[in-house]
Every structure is written in C-alpha cells, then in structure tokens.
C-alpha cells in the first residue's frame, strides 16, 4: 500500500513563491515517474512538470505555460518529489495533483490548491 501526501499550497499574490511537496510512504522499491498536473475550475487536468527516475539520468520535462518559472526535483532518500513555483500568475490557480508511477502502479496525491491573486 502506497500513499501519497501533499503539501505547500496556498494563496500568494501574482509575481509571488510557492513549493509545493509530495512525500510517498508504504512499500516503495522502485519510482518510476513523479510529477506534477494540475486542473483549474472548469478545465482539463493539464501536465506541468516531471522528473524520471535516478536510473533513467533525472531529466525534467515541463509544459509549455510554466517553462522557465518552475522547477521540479526529487529527494529519492525521503520519497519526495517538490515543484518550486516562481513568478507565479493568476491564471496558474488551480488544484495541483502529484503523479507517482511506482513498480508499474500509478498513484496519485489527494491535490492541493493553488490560489493565485491579482
């Protein structure tokens, strides 16, 4: 049993900071995929970011609305994959799920909010 806990959102100003975290606990061997999406009121679950596996060299991906304003990374010690978010826009308001593909199993956080104000 895998459970995925988020944490970090928030309500900050437009231009402002938020680090959203996803932490994986139960019986992990192998992390396959981690990354983030997220769904605004009324829209599609749309990908943000990712971040593969140690073994397959750590390359992050990101879509093409938040190039350049966010990061993703993992500590692989602590099961936990973060998404640094800078620059942040109104329009990024949106509930932001982690995905973690682990042992061929796709797991996915409760999603937290992500509110941004003009």
């Known amino acids: 049993q895998v459970q995925l806990v988020e944490s970090g959102g928030g309500l900050v100003q437009a231009g402002g900071s938020l680090r959203l975290s996803c932490a994986a606990a139960g019986s992990i061997f192998s992390i396959n995929f981690m990354g983030w999406y997220r769904q605004a009121p009324g829209k599609q679950r749309e990908f943000v970011a990712a971040i593969t596996s140690s073994t397959s060299g750590g390359s992050t991906n990101y879509g093409d609305s938040v190039k350049g304003r966010f990061t993703v990374s993992r500590d692989n010690a602590k099961n936990t994959v973060y998404l640094q978010m800078n620059s942040l826009k109104p329009e990024d308001t949106a509930v932001y799920y982690c995905?973690?593909?682990?042992?061929?199993?796709?797991?996915w956080g409760q999603g937290t909010q992500v509110t941004i104000s003009s």
């Open positions: 995905r973690l593909i682990i042992a061929g199993i796709d797991y």
